[in-house]
Nanobody, 123 residues
């Protein structure tokens, strides 16, 4: 069974850092790329970042470039999202997904989704 499970969310002050983890099972990163999405209350889900082991491509949304870093550990089947210089507007539920990694980080390109982990950034 293919699964992706997020962890690492929590409450952090503005300017702080947090690292999210995505544990993948039932597939390898040669089969699927991994992406991070987020959804704030009352807003649409948006792509944050994605990485593909098969193509070597990594993409970020403009809103997080220079602050967030995605990294994969293929041996552990884990993908991490290091989030630095967090802002209140980064507050959202963050979702890990498996699918295809394209520059637009599209919801429709994802095949499998986790249940999300909540990140709250206080001002």
């Amino acid at each position: 069974e293919i699964q992706v499970v997020e962890s690492g969310g929590g409450l952090v002050q503005a300017g702080g850092s947090l690292r999210l983890s995505c544990a993948a099972s039932g597939f390898t990163f040669d089969d699927f790329a991994i992406a991070w999405f987020r959804q704030a209350p009352g807003k649409e889900r948006e792509g944050v970042s994605c990485t593909s082991s098969s193509t070597g491509n990594t993409y970020y949304a403009d809103s997080v470039k220079g602050r967030f870093t995605i990294a994969s550990d293929n041996a552990k089947n884990m993908v991490y999202l290091q989030m630095n210089s967090l802002k209140p507007e980064d507050t959202a539920s963050y979702y890990c997904a498996a699918g295809q990694c394209n520059a637009w980080i599209g919801i429709a390109d994802m095949d499998y989704w986790g249940k999300g982990t909540l990140v709250t950034v206080s001002s």
